[in-house]
Protein backbone atom coordinates (compact mmCIF):
# COMPACT_ATOMS: atom_id res chain seq x y z
CA UNK A 1 0.00 0.00 0.00
CA UNK A 2 1.12 3.24 -1.09
CA UNK A 3 1.90 6.05 1.55
CA UNK A 4 0.20 9.15 0.95
CA UNK A 5 1.00 12.59 2.14
CA UNK A 6 -0.80 16.03 2.09
CA UNK A 7 1.67 18.53 1.61
CA UNK A 8 0.45 22.30 2.60
CA UNK A 9 2.49 24.92 0.67
CA UNK A 10 2.52 28.11 3.11
CA UNK A 11 6.13 29.12 2.58
CA UNK A 12 4.80 32.45 1.08
CA UNK A 13 5.24 35.78 3.07
CA UNK A 14 1.92 37.21 1.17
CA UNK A 15 3.24 41.01 -0.11
CA UNK A 16 0.71 41.12 -2.34
CA UNK A 17 -1.89 41.32 -0.01
CA UNK A 18 -0.05 45.16 1.45
CA UNK A 19 0.94 46.08 4.59
CA UNK A 20 -0.15 43.33 7.21
CA UNK A 21 1.94 42.51 10.35
CA UNK A 22 1.68 38.44 9.16
CA UNK A 23 1.72 36.29 6.27
CA UNK A 24 -1.53 36.09 4.31
CA UNK A 25 -2.10 32.62 5.50
CA UNK A 26 -1.92 33.62 9.43
CA UNK A 27 -4.99 36.23 8.29
CA UNK A 28 -8.37 35.05 10.30
CA UNK A 29 -11.14 34.30 8.07
CA UNK A 30 -14.41 33.16 10.26
CA UNK A 31 -12.81 33.40 13.70
CA UNK A 32 -9.31 31.33 12.75
CA UNK A 33 -6.37 31.05 10.26
CA UNK A 34 -6.54 30.58 6.77
CA UNK A 35 -4.23 28.24 6.79
CA UNK A 36 -5.87 26.11 9.32
CA UNK A 37 -9.32 25.83 7.13
CA UNK A 38 -6.71 24.67 4.59
CA UNK A 39 -5.00 21.53 6.96
CA UNK A 40 -8.55 20.58 8.41
CA UNK A 41 -9.88 19.49 4.63
CA UNK A 42 -6.13 16.87 4.77
CA UNK A 43 -6.88 15.93 8.05
CA UNK A 44 -9.97 15.05 7.84
CA UNK A 45 -9.62 13.25 4.66
CA UNK A 46 -8.86 9.65 5.36
CA UNK A 47 -6.53 9.02 2.33
CA UNK A 48 -3.81 10.76 4.03
CA UNK A 49 -0.96 8.62 6.20
CA UNK A 50 0.72 12.48 7.36
CA UNK A 51 -0.15 16.33 6.55
CA UNK A 52 3.05 18.12 6.10
CA UNK A 53 3.17 22.00 6.36
CA UNK A 54 6.08 23.59 5.10
CA UNK A 55 6.46 27.25 6.59
CA UNK A 56 8.70 30.09 6.86
CA UNK A 57 11.12 29.93 9.20
CA UNK A 58 10.63 32.44 11.23
CA UNK A 59 6.96 31.14 11.25
CA UNK A 60 7.99 27.80 12.11
CA UNK A 61 6.84 27.49 16.21
CA UNK A 62 3.60 29.68 15.15
CA UNK A 63 2.58 27.02 12.78
CA UNK A 64 2.63 24.35 15.37
CA UNK A 65 0.93 26.59 17.64
CA UNK A 66 -1.97 27.15 16.09
CA UNK A 67 -2.11 23.63 14.99
CA UNK A 68 -2.10 22.47 17.82
CA UNK A 69 -4.80 25.20 19.33
CA UNK A 70 -7.23 24.24 15.85
CA UNK A 71 -6.65 20.93 14.56
CA UNK A 72 -7.86 18.68 16.97
CA UNK A 73 -5.77 15.72 15.21
CA UNK A 74 -2.77 17.54 15.43
CA UNK A 75 -0.28 13.96 16.03
CA UNK A 76 -1.03 13.79 12.06
CA UNK A 77 0.52 17.05 10.87
CA UNK A 78 4.26 17.84 10.49
CA UNK A 79 5.47 21.37 10.54
CA UNK A 80 8.55 21.70 8.26
CA UNK A 81 10.77 24.53 6.80
CA UNK A 82 10.43 25.73 3.53
CA UNK A 83 12.65 26.51 1.12
CA UNK A 84 13.75 29.31 -1.08
CA UNK A 85 11.67 28.41 -3.91
CA UNK A 86 7.80 26.81 -4.45
CA UNK A 87 9.79 23.73 -5.83
CA UNK A 88 12.32 23.57 -3.72
CA UNK A 89 9.46 23.50 -0.79
CA UNK A 90 8.06 20.70 -2.05
CA UNK A 91 11.57 18.90 -2.29
CA UNK A 92 12.27 19.74 1.66
CA UNK A 93 9.29 17.24 1.92
CA UNK A 94 10.04 14.97 -0.54
CA UNK A 95 13.88 14.72 1.65
CA UNK A 96 11.40 14.50 4.93
CA UNK A 97 9.90 11.57 3.77
CA UNK A 98 12.93 10.02 2.52
CA UNK A 99 14.54 10.46 5.52
CA UNK A 100 11.68 8.50 7.21
CA UNK A 101 12.36 5.71 4.87
CA UNK A 102 8.99 6.02 2.85
CA UNK A 103 9.56 6.99 -0.18
CA UNK A 104 9.16 4.64 -2.96
CA UNK A 105 7.92 4.10 -6.45
CA UNK A 106 4.31 4.47 -4.84
CA UNK A 107 4.62 6.91 -2.19
CA UNK A 108 2.64 10.33 -3.33
CA UNK A 109 2.29 14.17 -2.55
CA UNK A 110 -0.73 16.20 -2.79
CA UNK A 111 0.59 19.33 -2.71
CA UNK A 112 -1.41 22.39 -2.51
CA UNK A 113 -1.69 26.29 -1.61
CA UNK A 114 -1.95 26.93 2.08
CA UNK A 115 -4.23 30.22 1.28
CA UNK A 116 -7.13 28.02 -0.96
CA UNK A 117 -9.02 26.71 2.01
CA UNK A 118 -11.91 25.75 0.06
CA UNK A 119 -10.87 22.81 -1.69
CA UNK A 120 -13.03 19.73 -1.94
CA UNK A 121 -13.34 16.20 -0.60
CA UNK A 122 -13.94 15.34 -4.55
CA UNK A 123 -10.65 17.21 -5.59
CA UNK A 124 -8.65 15.42 -3.36
CA UNK A 125 -9.96 12.40 -4.04
CA UNK A 126 -8.97 12.25 -7.50
CA UNK A 127 -5.91 13.98 -6.98
CA UNK A 128 -4.93 10.59 -5.08
CA UNK A 129 -6.61 8.57 -7.50
CA UNK A 130 -4.78 10.38 -10.77
CA UNK A 131 -1.40 10.80 -9.21
CA UNK A 132 -1.52 7.00 -8.91
CA UNK A 133 -2.73 6.04 -12.01
CA UNK A 134 -0.98 8.42 -14.66
CA UNK A 135 2.03 9.70 -12.31
CA UNK A 136 0.93 13.23 -11.97
CA UNK A 137 -2.06 15.46 -12.11
CA UNK A 138 -3.21 19.56 -12.11
CA UNK A 139 -6.36 20.67 -10.76
CA UNK A 140 -7.40 23.41 -13.41
CA UNK A 141 -10.69 25.02 -14.67
CA UNK A 142 -11.84 26.13 -18.04
CA UNK A 143 -10.45 29.92 -18.90
CA UNK A 144 -13.47 31.79 -19.22
CA UNK A 145 -11.70 35.01 -20.29
CA UNK A 146 -9.56 35.20 -23.55
CA UNK A 147 -6.13 34.66 -22.50
CA UNK A 148 -3.62 37.35 -24.38
CA UNK A 149 -0.55 37.15 -24.86
CA UNK A 150 2.30 39.62 -25.06
CA UNK A 151 5.76 38.64 -24.71
CA UNK A 152 7.16 41.79 -24.49
CA UNK A 153 4.48 43.63 -22.09
CA UNK A 154 3.32 46.36 -24.63
CA UNK A 155 1.84 44.76 -27.61
CA UNK A 156 0.05 41.06 -28.64
CA UNK A 157 1.68 38.67 -29.58
CA UNK A 158 -0.73 35.64 -29.23
CA UNK A 159 -4.59 35.36 -28.30
CA UNK A 160 -4.56 31.50 -28.03
CA UNK A 161 -7.96 29.63 -28.77
CA UNK A 162 -9.54 29.56 -25.39
CA UNK A 163 -11.13 26.14 -25.86
CA UNK A 164 -7.72 24.74 -25.37
CA UNK A 165 -6.97 26.99 -22.22
CA UNK A 166 -6.93 26.52 -18.63
CA UNK A 167 -6.64 28.12 -15.24
CA UNK A 168 -4.29 26.15 -13.08
CA UNK A 169 -5.42 26.14 -9.28
CA UNK A 170 -4.09 23.61 -6.91
CA UNK A 171 -3.79 20.65 -5.96
CA UNK A 172 -0.92 19.62 -8.06
CA UNK A 173 -0.02 15.47 -7.29
CA UNK A 174 2.83 13.43 -8.05
CA UNK A 175 4.61 10.23 -7.84
CA UNK A 176 7.34 11.98 -5.72
CA UNK A 177 10.06 9.39 -6.28
CA UNK A 178 9.74 10.43 -9.98
CA UNK A 179 9.20 14.40 -9.18
CA UNK A 180 12.57 14.03 -7.33
CA UNK A 181 14.51 12.65 -9.83
CA UNK A 182 13.08 14.56 -12.53
CA UNK A 183 13.62 18.10 -10.70
CA UNK A 184 17.23 17.16 -9.73
CA UNK A 185 17.74 16.27 -14.05
CA UNK A 186 16.57 19.95 -14.61
CA UNK A 187 19.78 22.38 -15.80
CA UNK A 188 19.50 25.25 -13.82
CA UNK A 189 18.48 27.42 -16.86
CA UNK A 190 15.06 24.92 -16.58
CA UNK A 191 15.06 26.00 -12.79
CA UNK A 192 15.01 29.27 -13.72
CA UNK A 193 11.53 29.10 -15.94
CA UNK A 194 9.67 26.75 -13.64
CA UNK A 195 6.27 27.72 -12.34
CA UNK A 196 5.32 25.19 -10.24
CA UNK A 197 5.83 21.21 -10.06
CA UNK A 198 3.60 20.82 -12.85
CA UNK A 199 6.57 22.09 -15.37
CA UNK A 200 9.07 19.97 -14.16
CA UNK A 201 7.22 17.32 -16.00
CA UNK A 202 6.21 18.84 -18.80
CA UNK A 203 9.66 20.02 -19.80
CA UNK A 204 10.39 16.27 -18.99
CA UNK A 205 7.40 15.06 -21.68
CA UNK A 206 5.39 13.48 -18.67
CA UNK A 207 1.87 12.50 -18.42
CA UNK A 208 0.39 15.19 -16.26
CA UNK A 209 -3.68 14.50 -15.92
CA UNK A 210 -6.50 17.12 -15.27
CA UNK A 211 -8.41 17.18 -12.40
CA UNK A 212 -11.55 19.22 -12.20
CA UNK A 213 -11.32 21.83 -10.11
CA UNK A 214 -14.18 24.77 -8.81
CA UNK A 215 -14.64 27.81 -9.50
CA UNK A 216 -14.73 28.57 -5.15
CA UNK A 217 -11.48 26.88 -4.89
CA UNK A 218 -9.84 30.47 -4.99
CA UNK A 219 -6.92 31.35 -3.87
CA UNK A 220 -6.66 34.65 -1.72
CA UNK A 221 -3.77 36.41 -2.88
CA UNK A 222 -4.90 40.16 -2.38
CA UNK A 223 -7.50 41.95 0.45
CA UNK A 224 -10.48 41.98 -2.26
CA UNK A 225 -10.36 38.39 -1.95
CA UNK A 226 -10.77 38.24 2.07
CA UNK A 227 -14.31 39.57 1.15
CA UNK A 228 -15.10 37.27 -1.08
CA UNK A 229 -13.66 33.98 1.18
CA UNK A 230 -15.95 35.54 3.54
CA UNK A 231 -18.90 35.35 1.67
CA UNK A 232 -17.97 31.73 0.52
CA UNK A 233 -16.96 30.43 3.88
CA UNK A 234 -20.87 31.51 4.94
CA UNK A 235 -22.04 29.61 1.80
CA UNK A 236 -19.63 26.47 2.84
CA UNK A 237 -21.29 26.80 6.72
CA UNK A 238 -24.99 26.68 5.33
CA UNK A 239 -24.10 23.45 3.21
CA UNK A 240 -22.32 21.13 5.78
Known sequence: MSNIYGVVLAGGIGSRMGNVEKPKQFLELGGKPIIIHTIEKFVVHPGFDEVLVLSPKAWISYTRDIIRKYIPMADKVT??????????????????????????????????????????????????????????????????????????????????????????????????????????????????????????????????????????NIKITYPYDITVAKALLGMEDKTC
Not at 162 to 185: C, H, N
Open 79 to 216: VLLGGSTRNETIMNAIRYIEEKGNLDDETIIVTHDSVRPFVTHRILEENIRFAGEYGACDTVIPATDTIVESTDNLKITDIPNRRYMYQGQTPQSFRAKRLKMLYEALSEEEKEILTDACKIMVLKGEHVHLVQGENF
